[in-house]
T-cell receptor
Framework: DSGVTQTPKHLITATGQRVTLRCSPR?????VYWYQQSLDQGLQFLIQ???????AKGNILERFSAQQFPDLHSELNLSSLELGDSALYFC???????????????FGPGTRLTVL | AQKITQTQPGMFVQEKEAVTLDCTYD???????LFWYKQPSSGEMIFLIY??????QNATEGRYSLNFQKARKSANLVISASQLGDSAMYFC???????????????FGKGITLSVRP
């Protein structure tokens, strides 16, 4: 158990809908990262938050947004869903956004999103 | 260009034997970190081992060790005394270093499937 929690574990929805994925980082970790894992794209970085502020963006679609709350939990919002958004979405956390072993990212169990 | 390359096809190893999973990387940074993660069929991503670019010794964590060859830009994972529970997908990842605009994101390879035979 990495200490990172994600809910829900599975989500099935229809095209055009909007969903929210939730992540609670490990106790004490300030950084939260979101990744998407799909068969064709592999593991792709989406976005990073550090202590409530957005720090970096990757290949995140405009239909997707995220935020990190004062209690450090984070939510990833996916809207106008398309079939191609079906994937495993991971949240990871680390203690800081610097370098070194202390910045190891620990992953949650993931949310498997299926868009029908 | 791919930053992390994992080109081995599915790997097979006999239980209790050692196995090496290959990873090569590409970066112009002097400071970077290399990670290996394990993803069993249940789907979670499990951190295994970390190697910093300035670490003089190869990293070890229990049965896992990292064969780090900086000049060749390779960071191969060695699993000793394989167990049935080691059957999984293994990902090599890199976090690039300090430079303007750099962030802490991980860039992953495509992964290698390891099957341990009894």
């Amino acid at each position: 158990d990495s200490g990172v929690t994600q809910t829900p574990k599975h989500l099935i929805t229809a095209t055009g809908q909007r969903v929210t994925l939730r992540c609670s980082p490990r106790s004490g970790d300030l950084s939260v990262y979101w990744y998407q894992q799909s068969l064709d794209q592999g593991l792709q970085f989406l976005i990073q938050y550090y202590n409530g502020e957005e720090r970096a963006k990757g290949n995140i679609l405009e239909r997707f947004s995220a935020q990190q709350f004062p209690d450090l939990h984070s939510e990833l919002n996916l809207s106008s869903l398309e079939l191609g958004d079906s994937a495993l979405y991971f949240c990871a956390s680390s203690s800081r956004q610097g370098l070194g072993a202390a910045d190891t990212q620990y992953f949650g169990p993931g949310t498997r999103l299926t868009v029908l | 260009a791919q930053k992390i390359t994992q080109t081995q096809p599915g790997m097979f190893v006999q239980e209790k034997e050692a196995v090496t999973l290959d990873c090569t990387y590409d970066t112009s940074d002097q400071s970077y970190g290399l990670f290996w993660y394990k993803q069993p069929s249940s789907g979670e991503m499990i951190f295994l081992i970390y190697q910093g670019s300035y670490d003089e010794q190869n990293a070890t964590e229990g049965r896992y060790s990292l064969n780090f060859q900086k000049a060749r830009k390779s960071a191969n994972l060695v699993i000793s005394a394989s167990q049935l529970g080691d059957s999984a997908m293994y990902f090599c990842a890199m976090r690039e270093g300090r430079r303007p605009g750099a962030n802490s994101k991980l860039t992953f390879g495509k992964g290698i499937t390891l099957s341990v035979r009894p």
